[in-house]
């Protein structure tokens, strides 16, 4: 195997509740990403999911261990490490949606017809054509996370990382964007991380599943490769199969999970 | 004519109750000179009016308030801005905004005249200190309140600390500062009658205080109604701005 895109060695990160006590949200994490596959990080809730991705794009340092990325360590946010984040926080309200997508563009003083077009054909990818000078809040859900989505895209970074962007979404326009991502990067082939919660959404996205220990202290439990090309179809035998496999490998998590919560 | 009605005719109505009330109070509960009813002060402001004299003074406090307003506004929102997004420099400009956001400007008063003279310095600087801090306390407000994932987004999009405080930041912030501006004209309007009232050769702090030594009642009550109806005038200004300009800007969503 080539060497990983990413790579997470070792890596612990301790929390300080108000309260002093450490919390440790992951520990001893180890995980490989390749270049151009689609992984996707599941794990019952409070397991430390996001932690890591907020490490990956540097808003976070581990407490001990090193994320090596093209061989480098990563130190902090970067352009090659685009964030799809869960809320529409993000987004800049005072900028119309075409705005949003050229913001990258504009910092790295793209001259404006140029980040213009490119802004336009992202648009275009997501299918938001007619919305373009729209501000976020006269969009829908679905439609924001869109612009997230294109507003990256159009930075043109190495990888992405994605935090349960379609979690807070209704199950049409959620299985809808799955699809849609699914096609985008069946065009595109940037690495994504992709964060979630939902066994149906990692399959019907990942090409591999690192499946998460329920936290405190979490670690990758298993990786499952998904062998399946093309269009997934949820009422595919080989689908329900990979399906119940990384259910049975998650499910005493989310057990522990609860009890541990209780 | 119905959408008119349905948005000022509240304001209409409140402002002929509330003259409708000056006045009975005026003839039937206290019946005094020392309270003329709204007819007689309206009287006494047309003559105010035609003579120029209302104007002059009129002129002289919104041209102090405004050039203090604005230098204050000014100056207090890169400061906020900074505060809010350095820590070492909040740290280090706290004490000063602390220390001195608690003496009021009208305690300053003395000072101010000390320093600059009873001309127009005195004024200008009183109406600065008394926006500068509601200004920068607003936007460093604002500064905190900004949603942690826009900064986030935009250091991962690849822009500098420097843009993200002008790209970001400073546009996020837009609702706080001019919240704080329209605090702080309020406040510009107790600081410059307080002024005026103890040292100036014009305004309408002055007037009242002219009124007061020449048993002038009506042009007491001349000055009051203006500095009323100014204050409601550029308040709602602020408002309608606030919410025409800025509907669009927020640092949550």
Known sequence: ?262 | MRRLWSLYGGYALGFVSLFLIWHLASLYVVSSVLFPPPTVVFKKAVVLVRSGVLLEHLSASIQRILMGFIAGSLLGMPIGLAMGSFRPVRKLLEPYTEFLRFIPSVAMITVAVIWFGIGEGSKIFLIIYTTIFIVILNTAAGVSAIAPNKIRAAQSLGATRAQIFLHVALPATVPFILTGMRLAMANSFTTIVAAELIAANEGLGKMLWDGRMFMLVDDIFVSLVTLGLLGFAVDRLFRWSIFTFAGKYSPAT
């Open chain 1, 1 to 262: 195997m080539s060497t990983p895109l990413v790579s997470f060695r070792d890596v612990e990160k301790t929390y300080r509740s108000l309260q002093g006590v450490d919390y440790g949200a992951v520990e001893h994490f180890n995980l490989d990403i390749e270049a151009g596959e689609f992984f996707c990080l599941l794990g019952p809730s409070g397991c430390g999911k996001t932690t890591v991705l907020k490490m990956l794009a540097g808003f976070e340092a581990p407490s001990t261990g090193e994320i090596l990325m093209d061989g480098r360590p990563v130190t902090g946010a970067s352009r090659d490490r685009a964030v799809v984040f869960q809320g529409d926080d993000s987004l800049y309200g005072w900028l119309t949606a075409i705005e949003n997508v050229e913001f990258g563009l504009r910092m790295r003083h793209v001259p404006k017809a140029e980040r213009r077009a490119r802004a336009r054909h992202y648009l275009e990818l997501v299918g938001l054509t007619g919305q373009a000078q729209k501000y976020p809040a006269e969009l829908s859900g679905g439609m924001k996370q869109r612009i997230q989505i294109a507003r990256v895209l159009a930075n043109e970074p190495t990888m992405l990382l994605m935090d349960e962007p379609f979690a807070a979404l209704d199950a049409q326009t959620r299985s809808l964007m799955q699809e849609e991502l699914a096609n985008i990067w069946q065009t595109t082939r940037t690495t994504v991380l992709f964060i979630t919660h939902d066994i149906d959404e990692a399959v019907t996205l990942g090409r591999r599943i690192g499946v998460m220990r329920a936290g405190p202290r979490s670690q990758v439990k298993g990786v499952i490769e998904v062998a399946l090309e093309g269009a997934r179809t949820r009422t595919d035998d080989v689908f329900l199969r990979y399906y119940k496999q990384v259910y049975e490998m998650i499910r005493d998590e989310v057990a522990t999970a609860m009890a541990r919560a209780r």
